[in-house]
């Protein structure tokens, strides 16, 4: 097999075996079954391998050489040379030169070459090549327009693709190359090389050249992609990348081709050509985590096959052999038909025994919804987000280790990792600032390795969690039959895996919680309520947590220790309400609030807790969100927020609102009511109406030495409210 190294230049005249004799190759040209050039099209992903080879190229004339690919091609004893591998690069080739021709002004003798390759598709694509090697373009406009404007440019040949692309790729060249100086004497001395390989030498058939031409369809992103990947491995160990291939075509083709077409948005084309790329991007984004550094965004697929998987990186062959373990852990698994039988065996959308719970939200089958979404984005959103990253490569690390790892141990671990999981939203992250994937990654490992946490490796999960999974890992050791109990309490939709609102030490009220849960939320905070006030300062220390009788986000934030303050607190008063019965129901709550209220009138007293309980105008069913900047001074100043984190017109006073809400001013952010005559804002012990002539009324709310209200505010304001004149 003759292969040599060769420049566009130097190929012409060069001399070949054909059929037992030596031709000098005169002439490349495209033949009419020949598809039509590509790499200009006006396409999206055309653009992007438009752009990824013009960079390439751009790159061996300004830093280092390049050899692109094979180029095969048929050569007639007449020394004309037919491609059957290589139509795209050469093209883009000849168009370079003739760029670089052009641009410096080079001697007709020295680019006449040019005129020995052209196509044969249509009369208009061949004639196109000799009219614009006899061009000299003005370069003061764009080289396509300037094209279009010549005598000898018929209108309608803007119709003919090869003609529209070629083009669009002249302005391409334009814009890459236009401040490369000496372009042409680099061009000569070699910067860009290939390997031509004679067709014959091959034993390569005319019945073939028709096969792999007669398709008319131009290659897919993953063609490009599978072609490259095999070229840089090739460059390493060619008996490595034919096996790898080997994989792609056979195990792991397999192993998608029950996922393909379910993406967004895919087509019925019957290919896993999308699901390929998607785990081929999660991969990199593993290894790239793994060398302690941050994925970049809208990364090509491209980018991170020269990144890691080229010669030029030093740890190529862990990167392969990663890849390699990836997949291959997925084709062979003991006792399971599929991967999704293999998650449905350890993993569940509703509580089951010796099984992770997964949000209703998400798929049980983690690697379809990563074949189908990984990378790609709703908005700012990600579809398949870090969270789910990190229990996807915690499942494959069990897989490539389930030597070490018994079964058994790997579903009590993995309920550990899930735990943390859930509990760190806001701690898995890869911020540039503060990527702490890498060590929940280690983490990970060293979890499933030992089912411990080790307190050696540095703490990047919830800190608040991960003492509480040591702490229950301590527990089930001395109590394993408490298992089930504590598997249940973990899973409950309010708890998501952390149980510190009740605790270890209340374990025994596991029952009693999911019965207090399934009543009505309302009337469950109102009991709260009645108990104590649980609600819990922000760290801001101006916005307080509550309850909420619609959103679970409240409850969950509640429940959860995080930075707010008096999270003890509300765990005291939740023991409290769950010691007093066995079973709740939506009346034993309804008791339990209207005892304190009861309780309340009989001694005249009227805390910001009666107000609370008595006037829904406090629990709207939004976030659980009250705002109070000086709450120790002025207790009853509680502002009612709509939103989660930030004040909004929608925001009100509640004391205003339950007295008269038509009144109530969305200008003022609802604290103040506004009549015809006057205005009223509350303090913490007093109303203030505010008359249009500048004088100021004070409706003074009587109170005990301890501050408390002693009469209903409320009431009190409504009957002011009630002897106004007509409200506008």
Known sequence: METKLHSFIDIFDSEFNSDQEIVRLEQITIPIIQRDYAQGRIDPNIKRIRNR???????????????????????DKFGNMTPLDGQQRLTTLFLLYWYAAKKENILENEYSFLNKFS????????????YLVKFCPSFDSTLSNEIIDQDWFPLDWKKDSTISSMLVMLDAIDEKFKNVEELWQKLKNKSIMFYFLPIKDMGLTDELYIKMNSRGKPLTIFEHFKAELERNISIIDENLADNIIYKIDQDWTNLLWSYRNSGIGTEDDNIIDDEFLRYFKFICDIICYKNRENPKENRDEFELLQKYFSSDNP?????????????????????????????????????????????????????????????????????????????????????????????????RRIRIINNLIQNSEDEISDRADRNRIPAILDEVDAILLTGDVDDNISSNFNINQLEEEKEKIAFLKEKPHLAETLFRLEDHSMLFGQISILGLENLAYTERFESLFKCNWDKIDCALMAIGDYGQMEQNRWRYQYAS????????????????????????????????????????????????????????????????????????????????????????????????????????????????????????????????????????????????????????????????????????????????????
């Open 119 to 130: 196509y044969d598709t249509r009369y208009s694509a061949r004639y196109f090549c000799k």
């Open 315 to 411: 740890d190529v062959l862990k990167n392969i052999s990663t890849m390699e373990a990836f997949f291959d852990c997925w084709c062979n698994l003991p006792g399971y038909n599929s991967p999704f039988d293999f998650f449905k065996s350890f993993m569940s959308n509703k509580h089951e025994f010796n099984k992770i719970l997964v949000e209703p939200r998400f798929n049980i089958d983690i690697l379809g919804d990563c074949l189908h979404t990984y990378s790609d984005k709703n908005g700012r959103i990600r579809l398949f987000p870090l969270n789910r990253m990190v229990l996807l490569y915690a499942i494959i690390f069990y897989l490539q280790n389930h030597d070490s790892i018994t079964e058994n141990d790997f579903r």
């Open 53 to 75: 080879f013009l960079n390439s190229l751009y790159g061996a004339v300004t830093k280092k050489p390049i050899i692109l690919d094979f180029i095969y091609g048929d050569i």
């Open 549 to 728: 009788s619609a959103i679970p986000r409240a409850w969950i934030e509640l429940f959860h220790k995080s930075s707010n303050f008096g999270f003890d607190k509300t765990k005291n008063i939740l023991v409290q309400l769950l010691s007093m019965h066995k079973e709740f129901n939506d009346e034993v709550l309804d008791k339990i609030a209207k005892n304190y209220t009861d309780e309340c009138l009989r001694n005249n007293i009227f805390p910001f807790r009666y107000y609370y309980i008595c006037y829904p105008e406090y629990r709207p069913g939004s976030y659980g969100k009250l705002s109070n900047s000086s709450a120790a001074e002025s207790p009853y100043m509680f502002a009612v927020l709509q939103t989660k984190a930030q004040w909004s017109k929608n925001a009100y006073m509640p004391f205003l609102k339950a007295a008269d809400e038509n009144n109530l001013s969305v200008d003022y952010m609802g604290q103040r009511l506004i009549y015809d005559k006057e205005q009223i804002i509350c303090t913490n012990d007093s109303y203030k109406c505010m008359k249009n002539d500048g004088t100021v009324y004070t409706i003074k709310i009587d109170q005990n030495e301890n501050g408390f209200d002693i009469e209903d505010r409320i009431e009190k304001l409504k009957k002011y409210i009630s002897n106004l004149p007509t409200c506008s």
